[in-house]
């Protein structure tokens, strides 16, 4: 199943979050988290890590670390996809 948070509704994403997981906190999810939960996904989805490891940025020589976290991103992206 692959979670697609894009442009649905709050209350939807609630409802598709709280089918995925049956604990507590996820079947109270309200719209409101439900759409803050979903913009800081998408946030840490799409930052562009790559301009922190220049010169003398925050993660600065660590260009083989985010290499690792790439390739493992894009591993569970095909993972995702072969199961929906």
């Known amino acids: 199943m692959v979670l697609a ?3 649905e509704t709050a209350p939807a994403q609630s409802a598709r979050l709280s089918k995925l997981c049956c604990c507590p906190i996820a079947s109270g999810l309200t719209p409101e ?6 913009t800081a996904i998408r946030r840490q989805a ?5 301009d922190l490891c220049r010169g003398d940025g925050p ?4 260009h083989a670390c985010v290499d690792a976290f790439e390739k493992l991103g894009r591993v569970l992206s095909d993972l995702a996809r072969r199961a929906s």
Request: net charge positive; no cysteine.
């Open 46 to 50: 799409t930052v562009n890590v790559r």
């Open 59 to 62: 993660l600065a020589g660590r």
């Open 5 to 7: 948070l894009g442009d």
């Open 33 to 38: 988290r439900a759409a803050r939960t979903a």
